[in-house]
Each structure stands twice: as structure tokens, then as C-alpha cells.
């Protein structure tokens, strides 16, 4: 079973830039995709950002061009480096293996994200 962690949230002005980590342990991460989701307040939780085995990105439209996935397969971290923040960015953000509909794993508490404007 893998453990995930959220770091990295806190409190930016609108256009500022915050970077998340995720810490996984327990298992081979190095196998697996990872990805970042968000839930705001009243909101299904949604998936951002992922990122594949060989390392290929995808991101939701919301996103684009503005985040960033990435990861260390040595360090078993993920990490989303978010550029430009809005205020709709605040969320609640998890990690999680989006291969299977709802994680493959059990959620870690999440890092709260809140962007000021």
C-alpha cells in the first residue's frame, strides 16, 4: 500500500506561483502515473495534471500552460509547479494514481492552495 503526502500549499496573490510536492512511500512509484486534483469547495474533486512512467504530461484545459508536472522517481516525489495563479485555482490539491477512477490509493490530507485576488 502507497502513503502519499501533500506539501507545498499556502496562501498567493493572484499571478504568483506556488510548487507542490508529493511524497510517496510504500511502494514501487517508479511504475506507476502519477497526478495532481484539486477540490474547491462545493466541487467534485478534478484531475489537473498527470504524468506517465516515461514522463509524458497531460494537463486539463483549466491548466495549461500554466502548470507544470513533474517527478523523481529516485526521491518518490511529484511535484506540480503552478505559474500564474488565478483565484478559481484555490483548492484544496492531492495526489494520486489516476489510472483507476478515484485513485488507485487512499488520499493523503492534501495541501490547501489559496490564491488571493
Known amino acids: 500500500q502507497v502513503q502519499l503526502v501533500e506539501s507545498g500549499g499556502g496562501l498567493v496573490q493572484a499571478g504568483g506561483s506556488l510548487r507542490l510536492s508529493c511524497a510517496a512511500s510504500?511502494?514501487?512509484?517508479?511504475?506507476?502515473?502519477m497526478g495532481w486534483y484539486r477540490q474547491a469547495p462545493g466541487k467534485q474533486r478534478e484531475l489537473v495534471a498527470r504524468?506517465?512512467?516515461?514522463?509524458?504530461?497531460i494537463y486539463a484545459d483549466s491548466v495549461r500552460g500554466r502548470f507544470t508536472i513533474s517527478r523523481d522517481n529516485a526521491k518518490n516525489t511529484v511535484y506540480l509547479q503552478m505559474n500564474s495563479l488565478k483565484a478559481e485555482d484555490t483548492a484544496v490539491y492531492y495526489c494520486?494514481?489516476?489510472?483507476?477512477?478515484?485513485?488507485?490509493w487512499g488520499w493523503g490530507q492534501g495541501t490547501q492552495v489559496t490564491v488571493s485576488s
Open positions: 494520486n494514481d489516476p489510472s483507476y477512477v478515484g485513485g488507485r
Open positions: 510504500g511502494s514501487i512509484f517508479s511504475s506507476y502515473v
Open positions: 504524468i506517465t512512467v516515461g514522463g509524458t504530461t
